[in-house]
Structures are given as C-alpha cells and as structure tokens.
C-alpha cells in the first residue's frame, strides 16, 4: 500500500514540473502579444446603420466612421494612419459627403492585452443617385499605416554548431502583418584570430494587403509588377551587414525574401553558447489593407 502511495505520489510530482514547463504562447520571446495585425480597422456599428428594417431614404445623413485599434505594446503617434471610403461611396453620382482622414495618437495595447480603440469620422455622406422601392449599397474603405516593425532574436556567437539554439523564439514579432518568420546561422569561422558569422533572414508578408514605399504611395493605382519593398537593419554586439545594404525586395509568388547578412570582427575569445540579443528593424514602408464591408439599405 505504501509502494503505491508512494508510486502515485511520485507521479504527481512529475506532472506538476511537466506542467511547470508549459507556458501561454510568447511567454519565452520578447512581446506577450503577438499576430499578424499591427492596427485594425472596421466601421464602427452603427455609423453606418446596417438593417434591412432601418433603411435610410434619398438625402439623409448617414455616419460612416472607422474604428482603429492599435495592437503594439507602445502608443503610435498622430498621423501614422490614413483611412479612406472607396467604390460607389465615393463617387458623385451615388454619394457625397466622403473624406480621407489621418489618425489621432493610437494608445498601446495596456499589460493585460486590453486595446484602446479610437474612431474616425469620414463622412455624413449622403446619397444622391436613384432609388426605386428598396435597394443596397455596399460600403467599403481601406487604410494604411506607417510604423517600424522590431524584432527581438537571438544570435548564437559560438564555434560549435550544437551550441546554437533558437535565433527566433516565439513572441520575437510584435503584431505585424510584414514579420521575419525564420533566422538561421552558421557557427562562427575564425581566420587568423578573427571570427566571422552569417546568418539569413527570412521575411514575409503574412497579411492580406500590399507594402507600399510610404505613406504618400498608399491608396495609389499600382501597376501589377510594382515591387514590394521595404529596409532591413540588423543590430547586435557587433556591426551587421546585409546584403544590398538592407534594401529587400519580397518574391511576388511567395511574397517572402530570404536576407542573407554578415557579422565580421568577432573576437575569438569571447565565444560562447549564451545567446545575444539581436535586433532587427524593417523600415521605409506603408502597409495597405481593406476594411470589411457593410451593406446598407436605402427606399425612396
């Protein structure tokens, strides 16, 4: 009887350590909270009225305002955002009243996760065009923002590859729909007492939208072929060099790009298997996205 108290005891404690080694996900890299949305966007209920038993009539006022929400663990200052209607809401024929607006200071997303929302006005639009009987519309908008995207990873200076551990852990992105989603490296090579270590960096847009130059370029008519580029800086214990200075051109199949970069003047007598922080920096891009649609109705 003892044996199997004992036993069962024994178990109990086992369970409790494997448990004690499982944590929420991100718990062991640098942002607690992750994904691939940096802001969001959606109209806000309501504004407009989206019920088929509350349709508006020819001339009235109907509110159209977005909903942004930043995702980032620090605020995102005035005017990093534009937000525009599109389609027929902006068209004369159909409606007036449509403006293109630039954000307020975006609030970060507080400790425990919760977001702070703010809304932008872009109409009263009214309609203008025909009714007969009922009919619908379909609002639609897109918005875009500007803001650097840093990664905290892991580089490994040590000659021995199974000294290398994980260069991207989990919660290494913060909330960005452009992220580096892979980073491996090679030991260190010393030659004539001067170590040299090269790492790839993988980067992706895992989003539904498009990376534009800036700003400026967003909601701009954009031939097929136009590249998607954007700027990597790589920082750490030593100077970093990426290929073509940085400048990356994602795939337009795969929407990825693999950075190949180039850590030299390491000092053979400072290697180890301790990871050091490397920080990774994509710049000089905007990132343009549609907002969901809602469909109004409107009678005469």
């Known amino acids: 009887m003892k044996n199997s108290i004992m036993f069962m005891a024994i178990l109990g404690v086992l369970a409790m350590l494997a448990a004690g080694c499982t944590g929420p996900a991100g718990s062991t890299g640098y942002y607690k909270y992750t994904g691939d949305k940096m802001v969001t966007a959606s109209f806000v209920r309501d504004a407009?009225?989206?019920?088929?038993?509350?349709?508006?009539?020819?001339?009235?006022?109907?509110?159209?305002?977005?909903?942004?929400?930043?995702?980032?663990?620090?605020?995102?200052?005035?005017?990093?955002?534009?937000?525009?209607?599109?389609?027929?809401?902006?068209?004369?024929?159909?409606?007036?009243?449509?403006?293109?607006?630039?954000?307020?200071?975006?609030?970060?997303?507080?400790?425990?996760?919760?977001?702070?929302?703010?809304?932008?006005?872009?109409?009263?639009?009214?309609?203008?065009?025909?009714?007969s009987g009922k009919i619908t519309k379909t609002i639609t908008g897109q918005y875009c923002y500007s803001y650097p995207v840093k990664v905290k990873a892991n580089?490994?200076?040590?000659?021995?590859?199974?000294?290398?551990?994980?260069?991207?852990?989990?919660?290494?992105?913060?909330?960005?729909?452009?992220?580096?989603?892979?980073?491996?490296?090679?030991?260190?090579?010393?030659?004539?007492?001067?170590?040299?270590?090269?790492?790839?960096?993988?980067?992706?847009?895992?989003?539904?939208?498009?990376?534009?130059?800036?700003?400026?370029?967003?909601?701009?008519?954009?031939?097929?072929r136009e590249k998607q580029e954007l700027k990597l800086e790589a920082k750490g214990a030593y100077n970093i060099e990426c290929e073509k200075g940085g400048i990356v051109t994602l795939q337009e199949d795969t929407q990825e790009k693999i950075v190949d970069c180039t850590v030299k003047g390491i000092d053979p007598a400072n290697l180890g298997k301790v990871p050091s922080e490397l920080t990774l920096t994509?710049?000089?891009?905007?990132?343009?996205?549609?907002?969901?649609?809602?469909?109004?109705?409107?009678?005469a």
């Open 48 to 131: 407009p009225v989206s019920l088929e038993t509350a349709p508006y009539e020819k001339g009235d006022d109907i509110d159209v305002a977005v909903e942004l929400t930043n995702k980032l663990p620090e605020d995102v200052p005035a005017g990093k955002v534009k937000v525009r209607l599109t389609g027929d809401a902006t068209m004369p024929n159909f409606f007036t009243g449509a403006k293109e607006m630039l954000s307020p200071l975006l609030k970060k997303m507080d400790e425990n996760g919760i977001a702070n929302p703010d809304e932008i006005e872009l109409g009263p639009i009214k309609f203008v065009g025909d009714v």
């Open 155 to 224: 580089l490994f200076y040590t000659a021995k590859a199974e000294e290398i551990g994980s260069n991207l852990d989990s919660g290494s992105n913060p909330p960005s729909s452009v992220q580096v989603i892979a980073i491996t490296q090679r030991p260190v090579d010393v030659t004539n007492n001067v170590g040299e270590l090269d790492f790839k960096v993988t980067i992706k847009n895992k989003g539904t939208g498009t990376v534009v130059a800036s700003l400026g370029d967003c909601f701009k008519f954009r031939d097929r």
């Open 282 to 299: 994509l710049t000089n891009f905007a990132y343009e996205d549609e907002i969901a649609p809602v469909t109004i109705w409107l009678e």
